[in-house]
């Protein structure tokens, strides 16, 4: 798909207007009807809303006026990353319009399967824990403590040392590797688990990654 803004504006408007249709009020986003076709969805900040009869792009919303902050954040980090030559790694997003008094931003629809990527991220940290460890990992799979061990280090959620972030740098070139990892400590991109992430094609994506607590 080739993503413009114009494509973007009229999705998103296109979903507004059968919003509105159904009666529907984003101050109360779980309370009312929306359409047969629609999803939705919720992070702790931000609601997100799919037409999935034409799933290429989503909305998102804050879900208080004060969460917008994260909405913004992600288009600020989005346009550095595209400066950095990163952009391929986050999902598209953009500012469309005000809504019932809401910022709306949309995003590019990605296949958000949490059960794949922590599968293969956290396959991917079990070798390297064992290689590292210089463990058996048939034997290691039978023991219990070598296992919770490692669960405790591939959840560590310090900074953004998720697991599935040490999958994706193994997957790009260290160049991008190095670029990456300095933008994401730049920004503070701190809330990296696996249903943050998306894929486009075959390539993982970050599709929340405004980081939390901040």
Same mark, same amino acid.
């Given at each position: 798909?080739?993503?413009?803004?114009?494509?973007?504006?009229?999705?998103?408007? %296109?979903?507004?207007? @059968?919003?509105?249709?159904?009666? *529907?009020?984003?101050?109360?986003?779980?309370?009312?009807?929306?359409?047969?076709?629609?999803?939705?969805?919720?992070?702790?900040?931000?609601?997100?809303?799919?037409?999935?009869?034409?799933?290429?792009?989503?909305?998102?919303?804050?879900?208080?006026?004060?969460?917008?902050?994260?909405?913004?954040?992600?288009?600020?980090?989005?346009?550095?990353?595209? @400066?950095?030559?990163? %952009?391929?790694?986050?999902?598209?997003?953009?500012?469309?319009?005000?809504?019932?008094?809401?910022?709306?931003? %949309?995003?590019?629809?990605?296949?958000?399967?949490?059960?794949?990527?922590?599968?293969?991220?956290?396959?991917?940290?079990?070798?390297?824990?064992?290689?590292?460890? /210089?463990?058996?990992?048939?034997?290691?799979?039978?023991?219990?403590?070598?296992? /919770?061990?490692?669960?405790?280090? *591939?959840?560590?959620?310090?900074?953004?040392? *998720?697991?599935?972030?040490?999958?994706?740098?193994?997957?790009?070139?260290?160049?991008?590797?190095? @670029? #990456?990892?300095? #933008?994401?400590?730049?920004?503070?991109?701190?809330?990296?688990?696996?249903?943050?992430?998306? #894929?486009?094609?075959?390539? #993982?994506?970050?599709?929340? *990654? %405004?980081?939390?607590?901040?």
């Amino acid at each position: 798909m080739n993503i413009t803004f114009e494509l973007a504006k009229e999705r998103t408007e %296109a979903i507004l207007e @059968k919003l509105t249709e159904c009666g *529907y009020n984003v101050n109360e986003p779980f309370e009312g009807n929306i359409p047969d076709t629609f999803s939705i969805d919720s992070g702790a900040c931000r609601v997100v809303i799919i037409d999935e009869a034409h799933p290429d792009f989503v909305i998102k919303f804050g879900c208080s006026e004060s969460d917008e902050k994260y909405c913004k954040r992600e288009v600020e980090i989005y346009e550095e990353a595209k @400066k950095e030559g990163l %952009a391929k790694y986050f999902a598209w997003t953009q500012y469309i319009c005000e809504y019932q008094g809401r910022g709306i931003y %949309a995003m590019e629809y990605l296949d958000c399967d949490e059960e794949t990527v922590d599968d293969r991220s956290s396959d991917y940290c079990w070798e390297l824990y064992c290689e590292d460890n /210089d463990l058996d990992e048939e034997k290691a799979r039978e023991d219990w403590d070598i296992r /919770d061990e490692f669960w405790d280090s *591939y959840n560590d959620s310090t900074d953004h040392t *998720y697991g599935v972030v040490r999958y994706l740098f193994s997957l790009i070139s260290a160049g991008d590797a190095v @670029k #990456l990892d300095q #933008l994401m400590w730049h920004w503070d991109i701190n809330d990296m688990h696996a249903g943050n992430w998306g #894929l486009r094609g075959k390539q #993982l994506v970050m599709c929340d *990654y %405004a980081g939390y607590g901040w």
